[in-house]
C-alpha cells in the first residue's frame, strides 16, 4: 500500500461534501431532507451557452488547447474584465483553472513557500485554510464581526501583516455572510497595503454577478488601479450562468504569476475542458438577460429567507448584499436542551438536533471559522424555502 504524504495530513475533506455524504445517508434511509447545504444555482445552463459548445464538438474543437486558454476565451475574459474594472488586462496576465477552486489552488502552490502567511479573514470559504496549508503556507485567520459586517478592516489588516505575509484574501461578495466590500472599504485596505508592498492580494469575486445592490460590486483594481500587479482577480462562470459542472474558473493579475499558473496547468492537467471553454466564452460574451432574471428570483428567495429566519427565536439572519446564503447567528440557541435531553454546546449538536427533528440541513458556522452560526443556502425553490422555514421553527419550538 502507497504510503501517503505527510502534506495529506494538512488537508480535509471539504466540509461541504462531508453534509452531503449525510444528507444521502439519510435519504438512503427513507428520510426527507431539506438541503439548505446548496452551493449552486438549481438553474440550468442558459441554452445559448449549450449551443456554443455544441457547436465547438461539431466544429472540431476538441483538442488540447494552450494552457492558460483559447484566444477567444481569454478576449471574452479580457472583455468582461474591461466592463467590470475599467482595466485593460493583456493576454499573458490571464489564466485558467478547471474552476475557479482549482486556479486559487494553484495559486496558492505558485507562489508559497513553506511558512509564508496569507490572511484568510473569517468567516471564509471553507478552502482557503486547506488549500494553503496543503501548499506550504499558514493560514492567519483574522476574526470579524456582526458590527463590521463581517468585513476585515484596516486596522486589524495591519495587525496580522508579518514579514512573512504573502497574500491577503478578500472574497466579496463572500460565501458565507454575503458581504460586499463597499469603494471605501476596499480604499482603506489599499492604504495598509501600499505600506507593505510584500503583501498581494488574492480577490475572489465569483459571486460578483449575483449582487442585490443597485451598483456593481466594487473591484479592487478599480479602487486601487495603482496596486494592480498585486491584486490577483479571481472569477469564473460557475455561479453567474449556473454552469459549475463545466469547471472554468479564470484568474487576472502579474503576467510571471499566470505564466506560472500556465506552467503549473501544463504539468498537471494541460488545459481546461476545450468544449467548456467554447461555452464560457459564450456565456461571458452573451447579453445579461439570464443574469438579470435569476438575480431577481434570488431576491425573492432572500426575502422569504431572512425574513422566515428571522421570526424565529433564538436566529439571528444577515441580510445578504450578494451571493445566494443567509449567514445566521444561532448563538442565543447553545445551552438548550433538545428533547431526548442533549445539551446544545456546539454548532454540530445544533445541525443534528435541526436534521433529527426537521430534516434540515445547514453548513455549521465553525466550517467557515466562526462558531455560533450555520449557513443555509436559498438556492432552492420558494416551497422548499418555506418548508425549510417552518421546520427550522419546529424544531427551535422543541428546545427548552
Ligand atoms: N470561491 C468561492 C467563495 C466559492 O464559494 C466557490 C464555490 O463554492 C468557489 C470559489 C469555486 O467556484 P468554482 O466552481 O469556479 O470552482
Same mark, same amino acid.
Given at each position: 500500500?502507497?504510503?501517503?504524504?505527510?502534506?495529506?495530513?494538512?488537508?480535509?475533506?471539504?466540509?461541504?461534501?462531508?453534509?452531503?455524504?449525510?444528507?444521502?445517508?439519510?435519504?438512503?434511509?427513507?428520510?426527507?431532507?431539506?438541503?439548505?447545504?446548496?452551493?449552486?444555482?438549481?438553474?440550468?445552463?442558459?441554452?445559448?451557452?449549450?449551443?456554443?459548445?455544441?457547436?465547438?464538438?461539431?466544429?472540431?474543437?476538441?483538442?488540447?488547447?494552450?494552457?492558460?486558454?483559447?484566444?477567444?476565451?481569454?478576449?471574452?475574459?479580457?472583455?468582461?474584465?474591461?466592463?467590470?474594472?475599467?482595466?485593460?488586462?493583456?493576454?499573458?496576465?490571464?489564466?485558467?483553472?478547471?474552476?475557479?477552486?482549482?486556479?486559487?489552488?494553484?495559486?496558492?502552490?505558485?507562489?508559497?513557500?513553506?511558512?509564508?502567511?496569507?490572511?484568510?479573514?473569517?468567516?471564509?470559504?471553507?478552502?482557503?485554510?486547506?488549500?494553503?496549508?496543503?501548499?506550504?503556507?499558514?493560514?492567519?485567520?483574522?476574526?470579524?464581526? !456582526? #458590527?463590521?459586517?463581517?468585513? @476585515?478592516?484596516? &486596522? *486589524?489588516?495591519?495587525?496580522?501583516? $508579518?514579514? /512573512?505575509?504573502?497574500?491577503?484574501?478578500?472574497?466579496?461578495?463572500?460565501?458565507?455572510?454575503?458581504?460586499?466590500?463597499?469603494?471605501?472599504?476596499?480604499?482603506?485596505?489599499?492604504?495598509?497595503?501600499?505600506?507593505?508592498?510584500?503583501?498581494?492580494?488574492?480577490?475572489?469575486?465569483?459571486?460578483?454577478?449575483?449582487?442585490?445592490?443597485?451598483?456593481?460590486?466594487?473591484?479592487?483594481?478599480?479602487?486601487?488601479?495603482?496596486?494592480?500587479?498585486?491584486?490577483?482577480?479571481?472569477?469564473?462562470?460557475?455561479?453567474?450562468?449556473?454552469?459549475?459542472?463545466?469547471?472554468?474558473?479564470?484568474?487576472?493579475?502579474?503576467?510571471?504569476?499566470?505564466?506560472?499558473?500556465?506552467?503549473?496547468?501544463?504539468?498537471?492537467?494541460?488545459?481546461?475542458?476545450?468544449?467548456?471553454? !467554447? #461555452?464560457?466564452?459564450?456565456? @461571458?460574451?452573451? &447579453? *445579461?438577460?439570464?443574469?438579470?432574471? $435569476?438575480? /431577481?428570483?434570488?431576491?425573492?428567495?432572500?426575502?422569504?429567507?431572512?425574513?422566515?429566519?428571522?421570526?424565529?427565536?433564538?436566529?439571528?439572519?444577515?441580510?445578504?448584499?450578494?451571493?445566494?446564503?443567509?449567514?445566521?447567528?444561532?448563538?442565543?440557541?447553545?445551552?438548550?436542551?433538545?428533547?431526548?435531553?442533549?445539551?446544545?454546546?456546539?454548532?454540530?449538536?445544533?445541525?443534528?438536533?435541526?436534521?433529527?427533528?426537521?430534516?434540515?440541513?445547514?453548513?455549521?458556522?465553525?466550517?467557515?471559522?466562526?462558531?455560533?452560526?450555520?449557513?443555509?443556502?436559498?438556492?432552492?425553490?420558494?416551497?422548499?424555502?418555506?418548508?425549510?422555514?417552518?421546520?427550522?421553527?419546529?424544531?427551535?419550538?422543541?428546545?427548552?
Amino acid at each position: 500500500m502507497p504510503v501517503l504524504a505527510e502534506r495529506m495530513s494538512r488537508v480535509k475533506e471539504s466540509p461541504s461534501s462531508r453534509v452531503a455524504d449525510r444528507v444521502r445517508a439519510f435519504q438512503e434511509a427513507g428520510r426527507e431532507v431539506l438541503p439548505l447545504t446548496i452551493g449552486e444555482p438549481d438553474f440550468d445552463t442558459p441554452d445559448h451557452v449549450k449551443d456554443a459548445a455544441i457547436a465547438a464538438i461539431h466544429a472540431g474543437e476538441t483538442k488540447y488547447t494552450s494552457a492558460n486558454g483559447t484566444p477567444a476565451l481569454r478576449t471574452a475574459i479580457i472583455s468582461r474584465l474591461r466592463r467590470k474594472t475599467g482595466q485593460s488586462y493583456g493576454t499573458e496576465e490571464i489564466c485558467l483553472g478547471g474552476g475557479a477552486k482549482q486556479l486559487i489552488f494553484l495559486v496558492f502552490m505558485a507562489t508559497l513557500d513553506e511558512g509564508d502567511e496569507v490572511i484568510v479573514p473569517a468567516p471564509y470559504w471553507v478552502s482557503y485554510p486547506d488549500m494553503v496549508t496543503v501548499n506550504g503556507g499558514r493560514p492567519v485567520i483574522v476574526g470579524t464581526t !456582526a #458590527a463590521e459586517g463581517y468585513k @476585515l478592516t484596516p &486596522g *486589524r489588516l495591519r495587525e496580522a501583516i $508579518t514579514d /512573512r505575509t504573502k497574500w491577503v484574501v478578500l472574497n466579496t461578495p463572500n460565501n458565507p455572510t454575503g458581504a460586499v466590500y463597499g469603494e471605501e472599504e476596499l480604499r482603506g485596505l489599499a492604504d495598509v497595503l501600499r505600506a507593505h508592498p510584500h503583501v498581494s492580494v488574492l480577490c475572489d469575486e465569483i459571486y460578483d454577478e449575483i449582487n442585490f445592490g443597485a451598483r456593481p460590486v466594487p473591484s479592487a483594481v478599480t479602487v486601487a488601479p495603482d496596486l494592480r500587479e498585486r491584486v490577483f482577480l479571481v472569477n469564473g462562470v460557475s455561479k453567474a450562468y449556473a454552469m459549475t459542472g463545466w469547471r472554468i474558473g479564470y484568474g487576472a493579475g502579474a503576467a510571471s504569476l499566470c505564466g506560472a499558473i500556465g506552467t503549473l496547468q501544463s504539468q498537471s492537467s494541460s488545459c481546461p475542458s476545450s468544449v467548456s471553454q !467554447a #461555452a464560457a466564452a459564450a456565456a @461571458l460574451d452573451g &447579453g *445579461r438577460e439570464f443574469i438579470d432574471r $435569476t438575480v /431577481r428570483i434570488y431576491t425573492e428567495r432572500r426575502d422569504l429567507l431572512v425574513a422566515g429566519l428571522g421570526e424565529i427565536d433564538g436566529l439571528r439572519p444577515t441580510v445578504p448584499q450578494g451571493g445566494f446564503y443567509v449567514w445566521t447567528d444561532a448563538s442565543a440557541l447553545m445551552g438548550a436542551v433538545t428533547p431526548s435531553g442533549v445539551t446544545l454546546t456546539s454548532d454540530a449538536d445544533l445541525a443534528e438536533h435541526f436534521l433529527e427533528t426537521s430534516g434540515v440541513v445547514v453548513i455549521t458556522g465553525d466550517s467557515y471559522g466562526f462558531p455560533g452560526h450555520f449557513r443555509a443556502g436559498f438556492a432552492l425553490s420558494s416551497d422548499t424555502i418555506r418548508e425549510a422555514v417552518a421546520g427550522l421553527a419546529h424544531s427551535v419550538s422543541l428546545l427548552r
